[in-house]
């Protein structure tokens, strides 16, 4: 038997935002229209807006998003994309799904996002596109990005699957590419009651393209005029996601308010904390490091806290990228062998932090002990 650990890592039932999203779920079943309805492009007014974006296109999953904006953007069999060893799989497998090449370079100790010198180092003649990813809510570093895309004539597509509301020196991501694809699955830092996606971008010949690309490539109904897959964001998660959005930035005050309070606490404590490289960031997780993860995980299960690891394996590494052209990624090895996340939710109190940060204070004493 299993008890629910007294500091879950995640908590994913509605609290202050329940009683809207009642009211969200009981419009849509009262209205009876349920896809690319009202709510869909209500929804994708309002988060282009929160975004920064001109435009935004709700489709079914952050991986689709990722997929259709290659896609629209003509990229296809043949064309290489360079993107990070160390993130979900998903964003790897998304450019699977455009029938382009995934090409992996290493990720940044520091920033644990691509190191812009080794995307450099990856281009070939076939490269025509990088996909960075904002991993844990941390802006990659773009600037140094944007000068080598625009030095090898590449697209930017961003996975800002993690990072919703994030900035990058100032600038709102997924902006600053030519496309940013965001998840809306339940854990993310706006989630949907189920799976959802959406596409940002300030090209509104993209925008029209990916809705109908998302559509079945239909202009009208029943008249398909480009070859076009079936992802849309429905109605039902599209009013969830409008009942939600208000919050968002509170939300991400509080992650950031958190990340802040385990920085202070956790000085002196037995593992690496990444540093915040850009006040931008928006804190999807917590990431800390240890040579004895193992160990260091039991040790704060037997406290309570659950913890979880993103990410075990580099995707290089996995076998469903076998196909995939061979990737050198010492960094991404070692930070996938050390690397785990603590608790960080906008419900956490600041005495739940406090206790994390004591248990983990307290890791090298009892392990030495063997307790
Ligand atoms: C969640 C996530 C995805 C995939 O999003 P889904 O909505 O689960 O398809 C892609 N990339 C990153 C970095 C993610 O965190």
Redesign the pocket.
């Known amino acids: 038997m299993t008890t629910a650990p007294a500091i879950p890592f995640m908590h994913l039932t509605p609290g202050a935002d329940a009683g809207a999203i009642r009211d969200a779920i009981d419009r849509v079943i009262a209205r009876g229209w349920f896809i690319l309805g009202p709510e869909l492009a209500a929804f994708e007014a309002e988060f282009a807006s929160a975004s920064g974006a001109a435009h935004a296109v709700g489709v079914?999953?952050?991986?689709?998003?990722?997929a259709l904006a290659l896609r629209a953007l003509g990229i296809g069999p043949g064309d290489e994309v360079i993107t990070a060893p160390l993130?979900?799989a998903?964003?790897a497998l998304?450019i699977m799904m455009a029938g382009a090449t995934p090409v992996f370079a290493d990720i940044d100790l520091d920033r644990l996002t691509l190191d812009p010198s080794q995307v450099d180092a990856a281009v070939t003649p076939r490269t025509v596109a990088i996909l960075p990813?904002?991993?844990y809510g941390q802006p990659a570093d773009m600037t140094t990005i944007q000068a080598i895309a625009t030095r090898h004539n590449l697209v930017i597509v961003e996975?800002?699957?993690?990072a919703h509301l994030a900035m990058s020196e100032g600038r709102p991501v997924g902006t600053i590419g030519a496309a940013g694809?965001f998840?809306?699955?339940p854990?993310?830092n706006l989630g949907a009651l189920g799976?959802?996606?959406a596409i940002i971008t300030n090209d509104a010949a993209l925008a029209e393209k990916l809705k109908r690309l998302r559509n079945g490539g239909q202009t009208d109904r029943y008249h398909h005029v480009e070859f076009g897959v079936n992802t849309r964001l429905d109605d039902m998660q599209a009013a969830i996601l409008r009942a939600r959005l208000p919050l968002l930035p509170g939300w991400t005050t509080r992650r950031r308010e958190i990340a802040g309070r385990y920085r202070a606490a956790l000085a002196g404590a037995p593992v690496i904390v990444p540093p915040e490289r850009d006040p931008g960031h928006v804190y999807?997780l917590f990431p800390v490091r240890s040579a004895r993860r193992a160990q260091a995980q039991a040790h704060l299960r037997r406290l309570g806290i659950e913890t979880l690891i993103h990410y075990p394996v580099p995707i290089p590494r996995q076998p469903a990228l076998a196909g995939a052209p061979a990737a050198v990624c010492p960094n991404a090895d070692q930070v996938c062998g050390d690397v785990f996340s603590l608790p960080l939710h906008p419900a956490l109190t600041d005495a739940e932090v406090d206790r994390v940060a004591d248990a983990v204070h307290r890791f090298s004493a009892a392990d030495a002990d063997g307790r």
């Open positions: 079914g999953t952050g991986t689709d998003a990722i993130s979900a998903y964003s998304a990813v904002h991993l996975d800002a699957c993690q694809a998840s809306f699955y854990t993310k799976d959802a996606g999807h």
